[in-house]
């Protein structure tokens, strides 16, 4: 059940959990207090004229009072403090466990989807651990007590304030087996919702290019609606049910009225028993008057629990964390007839074969959609090659634990992403801990010092969301700095060079030189000073390779890579500047 499963995180603190209990027990029983001490006024003091005992009743009852209030308070502060931990798990958990994901997840899964999960159905969680254990546990204690307490007064009137609870739980009951497909719609259109959001901010830049904005309001006029009608739904069944279950509730202590004054009159109850009865009751359907939201509450917890349980509960990606872990990576990268698809029957890898040593550089040129990228996919193991076998130093990859091989290759690639911190946090990444020294000397080897010492706040200074507060080039120079401060032994550089100006472009191919040095380098170009000097080029054409060797060689032999060659040569001469020559 996900409710259970949901409430199964208070384990985990059961000293903090059982403090909870106490306090709600200890300010649970004190309710008594008012009923014993009106009954008493009216049955002892005021018939028999004890008005010695007036004072001492109500010192009793008012000091009940601010007892129970001193313990409200203290498990209001206990409570929040208990129920932020397990919130915090349940937050950690889940982050935890999308950041242990394949990328094949991510692939089908909107962003604007997975932050709805974080954002909104945990806490819609924390709503049902909150409320359920500070509402939910302890209005069934303090129904169970006063009712305890009412039946020892009086049986037969007991009944009778009771009578109209099988409809309020039948109702109840009937609210939360149709409503939960009314939440989980709700749940899904908010999801949509945010999705769009979060695709159309993402692409502003090619809204406003296309002049599209009135069609994406149009588009998010529709998601925003389907959104206000699933509420309404909701809205509709509570206003439909809930005045009814309280009309009926309530109807209660007009049959108790009514009994109790038969029975008054006829002596069997006293006017004491009476007026401790209407104390109760009120203490009695207090609880039953928080149904609605407490049920609410749950169905729509439930919903939100099942939404993140559904993550939680997937495999984490293979080999993340288990695997071998070799004692050192020396570099060699080998591909044996490895065939790879993102969807079956349309394969983008056919019986790739090539081999890098350690320390080479390995180019790979051809038109796009060739299988390029697709290829460092497979390097960097977020995907596993469908037929064939690729080598890592002469070991099957796929028996590697890929934290330690990732951590052990640097990737450049052709939209370098920088976070939305400053230059300094964005290098760390790599290599926490590193000096200041360390980090200079890597931006001064990326030719990218000069640069990060002229912005507003150095090398604190924040880039901005994907970096948008430096030019390209900037980015690709961080980037590379990145990398140099990685040190790893295998650099996969995705078109690092790419819709760059010629002073940049030589900015970046300086760096990418001393990047390069003495590491196992595999390269995607679209420009022929990227690859003129590579050990080996492989040309791709619709997922295979169909000519290798070097510049030399691959203009000697006339194939495809000559004719890309040819082409940016001319395209060289007539704008005085390399362009792509790789399709």
Known sequence: MTIARILRFTARYPWRASIALALAVSATLLVLVLPMATKRFIDEVIPEGKTELILPTALVAVGAIALRQVMLMARTLTNTAFEQRIIHDLRRDLYDKVQRLPIAWFDKQPTGDIMTRVGSDVPSMERVITQGIDQG????????????????????????????????????????????????????????????????????????????????????????????????RVAKADAMTWPGVSLVAESGIVAMMAAATYWTVDGSVTLGTVGAFLFAWGYLYDPISKVSGITGMLVSGTVAGKRVFSILDLEDEPNLRDGERPEALRGAVEFSGVDFAYAEGK?????????????????????????????????????????????????????????????????????????????????????????????????????????????????????GERGTQLSGGQRQRISIARALLKNPPILLLDEATSAVDNETEQLIQGALARLREDRTCLVIAHRLTTVRDADLICVLEAGQIVERGTHAELLAGGGLYAKLAAAGFEEENENGRTVDSAG
């Open 137 to 232: 546990l302890t209005s069934l204690l303090q129904f169970g007590i006063v009712l305890a307490y009412m039946f020892s007064q009086h049986a037969g009137l007991t009944l009778i304030t009771l009578a109209p609870l099988p409809v309020v739980g039948i109702a109840t009951w009937l609210y939360s087996r149709n409503n939960e497909d009314r939440y989980r719609k709700t749940s899904e259109a908010s999801s949509a919702l945010n999705s769009l959001l979060h695709d159309n901010i993402a692409g502003i830049r090619q809204i406003k290019a296309y002049t599209t904005e009135p069609e994406e309001l149009r588009r998010f006029k529709r998601k925003s609606r389907k959104l206000r009608k699933a509420r309404m």
């Open 347 to 463: 394969p983008v890898l056919r019986g790739v074969s090539f081999r890098a040593e350690p320390g080479q550089t390995v180019a790979f040129v051809g038109p796009t959609g060739a299988g390029k990228s697709t290829l460092f996919n497979l390097v960097a193991r977020f995907y596993e090659p469908a037929e064939g076998i690729m080598r890592i130093d002469g070991r099957d990859a796929s028996k590697l634990c890929k934290e330690w091989l990732r951590d052990r290759i640097g990737y450049v690639t052709q939209e370098s992403f920088l976070f939305n911190a400053s230059v300094r946090e964005n290098l760390l990444l790599a290599a926490p801990g590193s000096s200041e020294e360390a980090l200079w000397g890597a931006l001064r080897a990326a030719n990218a010092e000069d640069f990060v010492n002229e912005l507003p706040e150095g090398i604190d200074t924040v880039c």
